[in-house]
T-cell receptor
Framework: TQLLEQSPQFLSIQEGENLTVYCNSS?????LQWYRQEPGEGPVLLVTVVTGGEVKKLKRLTFQFGDARKDSSLHITAAQPGDTGLYLCAGGKGFGNEKLTFGTGTRLTIIP | DAGVIQSPRHEVTEMGQEVTLRCKPI?????LFWYRQTMMRGLELLIY????????DSGMPEDRFSAKMPNASFSTLKIQPSEPRDSAVYFCASSLVRSSGNTIYFGEGSWLTVV
């Protein structure tokens, strides 16, 4: 059973455009993390949000945790080819939120 | 720091053979995780250790899979006997878990193909 559903599954847009990726669950998580994975490599952590309604910004990326801590979104402004990759959300539970359940992933391609 | 080191990076083996994947976590980290990634099922947690003790192995598919962590700097994931459906990328990851949260660092993965 996949607890975290991401949408869209695939997204291909032109450089300079804006986009939003969604991560939804019926479960409540203590924390929500976003990772980016490039071909041939492991996922790399982008951000962690822990409070319902929390918003974090990382340059052109804006992350939001839903008020009920069941969903999250990632918004990219003025996408660049370097943003291309597989974006994964992951819900954390446990003492240090170490037990992560990963989402289905969004494969993003930015066309120059 | 060298990061999480996995070996081998690529392995092709015949069905029925034993496969051993190895992992060296980041020094000082107290938790180690084994994940499997496939197109169909995404990234799945197989097992994780805290202070070298297995905490949750509910993700291990079946008895053919076993994992050990004899010390803080080494872990293995063994598949015996291997089957074609075990073909996947296996990631090892480590973190320093604290009540305030943690950051998990992934290795580059071991690409396993069972023919």
């Amino acid at each position: 059973t996949q607890l975290l559903e991401q949408s869209p599954q695939f997204l291909s847009i032109q450089e300079g455009e804006n986009l939003t990726v969604y991560c939804n669950s019926s479960s409540v998580f203590s924390s929500l993390q976003w990772y980016r994975q490039e071909p041939g490599e492991g996922p790399v952590l982008l951000v962690t949000v822990v409070t319902g309604g929390e918003v974090k910004k990382l340059k052109r990326l804006t992350f939001q945790f839903g008020d009920a801590r069941k969903d999250s979104s990632l918004h990219i402004t003025a996408a660049q080819p370097g943003d291309t990759g597989l974006y994964l959300c992951a819900g954390g539970k446990g003492f240090g939120n170490e037990k992560l359940t990963f989402g289905t992933g969004t494969r993003l391609t930015i066309i120059p | 720091d060298a990061g999480v080191i996995q070996s081998p990076r690529h392995e092709v083996t015949e069905m029925g053979q034993e496969v051993t994947l190895r992992c060296k976590p980041i020094s000082g980290h107290n938790s180690l995780f084994w994940y499997r990634q496939t197109m169909m099922r995404g990234l799945e947690l197989l097992i994780y250790f805290n202070n070298n003790v297995p905490i949750d192995d509910s993700g291990m598919p079946e008895d053919r899979f076993s994992a050990k962590m004899p010390n803080a700097s080494f872990s293995t994931l063994k598949i015996q006997p291997s089957e074609p459906r075990d073909s996947a990328v296996y990631f090892c990851a480590s973190s320093l878990v604290r009540s305030s949260g943690n950051t998990i660092y992934f290795g580059e993965g071991s690409w396993l193909t069972v023919v």
